[in-house]
């Protein structure tokens, strides 16, 4: 594994339809790999933090972004604790999709970036 792709998201209509740039992210990463051939060298980690439906179970993805994407689901009850006062703990949801990055490279991105 060259590079991980980590980020992190809720399954909470964050500034609208946020499930949807999260699956149009992934889908265009994945797609973007698939055509370099190089599934075997790229993973993306997603930190699901405290989503009540977590993401895993309703995103849709197609088989070239499932095939390389992961999800690391925090429960709620575990994320509030962590989180305290936070709205969002951005950094919190990274640092725990970054250890379990098996890549020699991690990348950060963010659910509504494309990235090529």
């Known amino acids: 594994m060259k590079l991980s792709l980590i ?5 909470d209509e964050y ?10 992210a992934l889908n265009y990463v994945g797609d973007r790999v698939a055509s370099l051939g190089r599934e075997d060298a790229v993973e993306v980690i997603v930190a699901d933090w405290g989503s ?3 993401l895993r179970e309703v995103a849709a993805l197609t088989p070239a972004a499932n095939r390389i ?3 690391l689901s925090v429960p709620p009850a575990l994320a509030r604790r962590l989180q305290g006062d936070s709205p969002f703990p951005e950094v919190l949801a990274l640092n725990a999709a970054a250890r379990r990055a098996r890549g ?3 990348g950060r991105i963010d659910q509504d970036t494309l990235t090529g």
């Open 15 to 24: 500034q609208g339809n946020s499930r949807w740039r999260l699956e149009t």
């Open 69 to 71: 994407t992961s999800f």
């Open 7 to 11: 980020l992190c998201s809720r399954n």
């Open 104 to 106: 020699d490279y991690i």
């Open 52 to 54: 009540e439906v977590p």
